[in-house]
């Protein structure tokens, strides 16, 4: 798969990556033989699923949680003409957010080249109360870069409406993917891993409790199940009101992937579907 064309945009308006080198290679061929390696071995269990409107997907590094979000992302791939709008939300990891932050850059950057910013659906946002404008707090902000590569190898040609979300309720959440929902354009995508630092069998209990959840729909989810808590509850009274079916693609921690068991972060992949899906 190729990855998205690259834009022009000026250098003082496009955010840099900040995780390059770090949670996923530095080297643009490297890392496309990388993303492009996950989805194909995540195809096989994709081939003739229904395309998801939403998805939950971990940011950590590939080496860690890269299998896992690629067995949702590698469902999407027939979408490759079809999708042109993806609205991003992951949670603040470095900086303090008030409601949920757009950047005011225009673009973000990776190796494989530059997405840029819708601006129509930015507009559409930009008056609801609790949106707000930070480059801070996405200038090192992870939780968003990671997923780019992913969605440049998928998508020819897409923009991004991506948000930081910090101190809001649900509500605020749901009001927002509301506005911005879109027909099948539109992807909705939130970023999450899920516990932190707990022991392998521990952890795989309370990230099976919390994929029960998710799959009820019950937005109730502490930061201690999913550090994106906050945008996953959003999503799910979305999910509720509108109808949506959930389903669990996958459920590993980094004790699964590529770390000790000791001290593991959990990783989910969820779709949700609008129309009916028997699996």
Same mark, same amino acid.
């Given at each position: 798969?190729?990855?998205?064309?690259?834009?022009?945009?000026?250098?003082? /308006? $496009?955010?840099?990556?900040? $995780?390059?080198?770090?949670?996923?290679?530095?080297?643009? =061929?490297?890392?496309?033989?990388?993303?492009?390696?996950?989805? #194909? %071995?995540?195809?096989?269990?994709?081939?003739? /699923?229904?395309?998801? /409107?939403?998805?939950?997907?971990?940011?950590?590094?590939? $080496?860690?949680? *890269?299998?896992? #979000?690629?067995? =949702?992302?590698?469902? &999407?791939?027939?979408?490759? %003409?079809?999708?042109?709008?993806?609205?991003?939300? *992951?949670?603040?990891?470095?900086?303090?957010?008030?409601?949920?932050?757009? @950047?005011? #850059? !225009?673009?973000?950057?990776? @190796?494989? *080249?530059?997405? @840029?910013?819708?601006?129509?659906?930015?507009?559409?946002?930009?008056?609801?109360?609790? =949106?707000?404008?930070?480059?801070? #707090?996405?200038?090192?902000? +992870?939780?968003?870069?990671?997923?780019?590569?992913?969605? %440049?190898?998928?998508?020819?040609?897409?923009?991004?409406?991506?948000?930081?979300?910090?101190?809001?309720?649900?509500? !605020?959440?749901?009001?927002?993917?509301?506005?911005?929902?879109?027909?099948?354009?539109?992807?909705?995508?939130?970023?999450?891993?899920?516990? +932190?630092?707990?022991?392998?069998?521990?952890? %795989?209990?309370?990230?099976?409790?919390?994929?029960?959840?998710?799959?009820?729909?019950?937005?109730?989810?502490? +930061?201690?199940?999913?550090?994106?808590?906050?945008?996953?509850?959003?999503?799910?009274?979305?999910?509720?009101?509108?109808?949506? !079916?959930?389903?669990? &693609?996958?459920?590993?921690?980094?004790?699964?992937?590529?770390?000790?068991?000791?001290?593991?972060?959990?990783?989910?992949?969820?779709?949700?579907?609008?129309?009916?899906?028997? +699996?």
């Amino acid at each position: 798969m190729a990855a998205a064309p690259h834009i022009w945009v000026p250098m003082n /308006k $496009v955010r840099a990556p900040a $995780v390059a080198g770090m949670f996923y290679p530095a080297g643009g =061929v490297e890392l496309a033989r990388e993303v492009g390696a996950l989805l #194909a %071995q995540a195809a096989p269990d994709a081939r003739g /699923k229904p395309l998801p /409107k939403a998805i939950i997907a971990p940011h950590a590094g590939y $080496v860690y949680s *890269g299998p896992i #979000a690629a067995s =949702v992302y590698a469902q &999407l791939a027939p979408a490759r %003409q079809t999708i042109r709008r993806i609205v991003l939300l *992951g949670p603040a990891h470095r900086v303090l957010v008030r409601g949920l932050a757009l @950047p005011a #850059a !225009q673009a973000f950057a990776t @190796p494989l *080249g530059a997405v @840029p910013l819708d601006e129509a659906a930015v507009a559409r946002i930009a008056a609801l109360p609790q =949106v707000t404008v930070s480059d801070a #707090a996405h200038a090192a902000e +992870h939780s968003l870069e990671v997923h780019l590569p992913f969605l %440049q190898t998928l998508f020819e040609n897409f923009s991004v409406v991506p948000l930081v979300v910090g101190d809001a309720t649900a509500e !605020q959440v749901a009001q927002v993917l509301d506005a911005l929902w879109g027909g099948p354009e539109t992807l909705i995508v939130v970023s999450s891993d899920l516990s +932190h630092y707990l022991g392998y069998s521990d952890a %795989q209990a309370i990230d099976r409790a919390t994929a029960q959840s998710v799959l009820n729909l019950d937005g109730i989810l502490s +930061h201690s199940q999913a550090c994106g808590g906050t945008p996953v509850n959003g999503l799910l009274l979305t999910a509720r009101r509108r109808g949506l !079916q959930p389903e669990l &693609l996958d459920l590993r921690n980094s004790g699964d992937t590529a770390g000790d068991r000791r001290r593991v972060v959990g990783y989910g992949a969820f779709a949700f579907y609008e129309t009916p899906h028997v +699996h």
